[in-house]
């Protein structure tokens, strides 16, 4: 049974810092794309950073980038997002993704199988 369980969200002032775990079971990272979106209240969700399964190419959306880092321990099994200098647009429900196979855009979060329940950020102004 895959499971993804994030944690570290929280309550935060502009411009402060939190780092978002993400620890998988029933799969390995190493075999998958893992990703992560946020969403918020009345919005798609939306994509926010992903390291690819092979070449460790990382990307990262424009709204983050300079910001939040995409990083994983294969050794734990985890998956990591630091976020600096956060703003009120950055409050949302964070989750991570796994994927396997990507048939079009790795941004989409369609093409991504597993899903954790989410970690709750919020950043005051």
């Known amino acids: 049974q895959v499971q993804l369980v994030e944690s570290g969200g929280g309550l935060v002032q502009a411009g402060g810092s939190l780092r978002l775990s993400c620890a998988a079971s029933g799969v390995s990272i190493r075999d998958y794309h893992m990703g992560w979106f946020r969403q918020a209240p009345g919005k798609e969700r939306e994509f926010v950073a992903v390291?690819?399964?092979?070449?460790?190419?990382?990307y990262t959306a424009d709204a983050v980038k300079g910001r939040f880092t995409i990083s994983k321990d294969n050794a734990k099994n985890t998956i990591y997002l630091e976020m600096n200098n956060l703003k009120p647009e950055d409050t949302a429900t964070y989750h991570c993704?796994?994927?396997?196979?990507?048939?079009?855009?790795?941004?989409?979060?369609?093409?991504?199988?597993?899903w954790g329940q989410g970690t709750q950020v919020t950043v005051s102004s």
């Open positions: 390291l690819r399964r092979t070449g460790g190419y990382i």
């Open positions: 993704a796994a994927s396997q196979t990507v048939l079009s855009s790795i941004r989409d979060p369609a093409q991504y199988r597993y």
